[in-house]
C-alpha cells in the first residue's frame, strides 16, 4: 500500500439534509470495507456544491470523492475547473410511480384537497409556486420550460416563493402554503419515508423526466487505479452485504455506469431558459 493510501478517501456530500445523510454514511462505510482504506465523510448543507469564492477542496487535496447537485457541475464545467472529474456511474432509486430509474424525475405536487380543481397544468395559473432555488434543474428549470412550451412566462403563476430547499417546499405545500412545487423525486420519497403522513396531504400531480443521475466528482489529481477502484467498488455495491441492503432500505438501489453525455441536454436546456429565469420575481 502507498503513503497515498495509506490516508483517508476524504468524501463530502452537499445533498444533506435533502437527501438521508445515514445513506452517504453507509457509502462511506461501504467504501472503506471495499478498498481496505478509511474514510472520512463531511457534509455541507449550505450549498449545492463547490463554490466559485470559497477554497476549491478538490485543489486543496481537502476532498477527494463528491456528490454534488447537477446544477453544480453545470457551473464546474462552465469554470472549466480542471480540479475534478465525473465519475461515469450514476446512482438507481426507485420513483413511487415511474419505477426504478437513473437518476430522478421532477415530481410536480400540489395538495390533496386541489385535485378536482387541477386537472391540467393551465389549471395552475395564478397558483403560488415553491421553488427551492434558482439554480435547480427539478425545482425551477424544469417548470420554466414548462412554462415556455406552453407560450407561458413565469407571471403565469400568482407568486413565486423561494422556499430554500425541496424538503421546504414539500412542506409549504403539503402545509398549503403553497399552491404547487416541483421537487425531486427522490426527495419527495425519502420525505414519505420518513413522515408517512405526507401522503395524506401530496398529490404528484405529473412527474417529468428521468433528469440524470446526481453527479459524482473525483478528485482529478488521483492516481487513475485509485478512481477505478472507486468506481468498481460502487458499480459492485448491489451484491456486496451488508451495504447493499442498508442502502436499499435508504431507497438506493445500485450504481450503473454512465457517461457525461447524459448533461448535456440539462446545460442547453440552462442556456435556452436564462432569460425567462432571470424575469422570475420572489415574494
Not at 119 to 125: E, G, M, Q, S, V
Not at 243 to 256: E, G, H, M, Q, T
Request: with cysteine; aromatic share 8%.
Amino acid at each position: 500500500m502507498t503513503d497515498q493510501q495509506k490516508l483517508p478517501l476524504q468524501i463530502i456530500t452537499y445533498l444533506v439534509p435533502s437527501m438521508s445523510v445515514e445513506l452517504f454514511e453507509t457509502i462511506a462505510q461501504h467504501l472503506e470495507s471495499s478498498l481496505g482504506r478509511e474514510t472520512t465523510l463531511v457534509y455541507e448543507s449550505r450549498f449545492i456544491g463547490p463554490q466559485p469564492a470559497r477554497i476549491d477542496p478538490f485543489k486543496t487535496k481537502t476532498a477527494d470523492l463528491a456528490f454534488v447537485t447537477g446544477a453544480s457541475y453545470q457551473q464546474l464545467v462552465k469554470e472549466n475547473n480542471v480540479n475534478w472529474e465525473l465519475l461515469p456511474i450514476g446512482a438507481v432509486f426507485p420513483h413511487l410511480i415511474k419505477g426504478e430509474t437513473a437518476g430522478y424525475y421532477a415530481d410536480v405536487i400540489i395538495h390533496k384537497n386541489s385535485q378536482e380543481r387541477i386537472k391540467d397544468f393551465l389549471d395552475l395559473r395564478g397558483a403560488n409556486w415553491a421553488t427551492n432555488n434558482s439554480s435547480s434543474t427539478s425545482g425551477h428549470f424544469v417548470m420554466l420550460k414548462s412554462l415556455r412550451e406552453l407560450g407561458e412566462n413565469p407571471s403565469f403563476f400568482g407568486s413565486v416563493l423561494n422556499s430554500g430547499s425541496h424538503l421546504n417546499s414539500i412542506q409549504m405545500v403539503a402545509s398549503r402554503k403553497a399552491d404547487v412545487a416541483s421537487v425531486d423525486s427522490n426527495v419527495l420519497g425519502y420525505a414519505m419515508t420518513k413522515t408517512p403522513s405526507l401522503a395524506k396531504d401530496l398529490h404528484v400531480f405529473s412527474s417529468i423526466g428521468p433528469l440524470p443521475p446526481y453527479p459524482i466528482m473525483v478528485r482529478s489529481s488521483l492516481p487513475a487505479e485509485e478512481k477505478k477502484a472507486i468506481c468498481d467498488a460502487l458499480l459492485q455495491l448491489e451484491g456486496v452485504a451488508p451495504w447493499n441492503k442498508r442502502c436499499a432500505d435508504l431507497r438506493l438501489l445500485r450504481f450503473v455506469k454512465t457517461n457525461k453525455d447524459i448533461y448535456l441536454e440539462d446545460r442547453e436546456s440552462r442556456d435556452a431558459l436564462a432569460n425567462l429565469s432571470a424575469s422570475v420575481r420572489y415574494y
